[in-house]
């Protein structure tokens, strides 16, 4: 089993960065995919960045390319989610998670493991 912590959000005026981070404890990470996904009120939880087990391969959704980026340190078991010049769009809770299959991946089906959430909120 493992247990994924987020933390890292808040609140930032529009053009501001945030650095999000995923802790993972239970078993080592290092040889799953990690993504990150995000849910705004009344609206579906939708991808928002993925990266392989080994850091080489990244994917991200068409509006946060080019301002967010993610990263992982397998030695310390964390992710984390780089985030630049934000937009009120961006506001959401924003979710870490893992799975073992180790190709990063845009869909919420191929995540076996989901933290809480940390909320992120972008004032204009």
């Known amino acids: 089993q493992v247990q994924l912590v987020e933390s890292g959000g808040g609140l930032v005026q529009t053009g501001g960065s945030l650095r999000l981070s995923c802790s993972a404890s239970g078993r080592t990470t290092s040889r799953f995919a990690m993504g990150w996904f995000r849910q705004a009120p009344g609206k579906e939880r939708k991808f928002v960045a993925g990266i392989d087990w080994s850091g080489e391969d990244t994917n991200y959704e068409d509006s946060v390319k080019g301002r967010f980026t993610i990263s992982r340190h397998n030695s310390k078991n964390t992710v984390y989610l780089q985030m630049n010049s934000l937009k009120p769009e961006d506001s959401a809770v924003y979710y870490c998670?893992?799975?073992?299959?180790?190709?990063?991946?845009?869909?919420?089906?191929?995540?076996?493991?989901w933290g809480q959430g940390t909320q992120v909120t972008v004032s204009s």
């Open positions: 998670a893992a799975s073992e299959n180790g190709i990063a991946n845009m869909h919420s089906y191929a995540y076996h493991y």
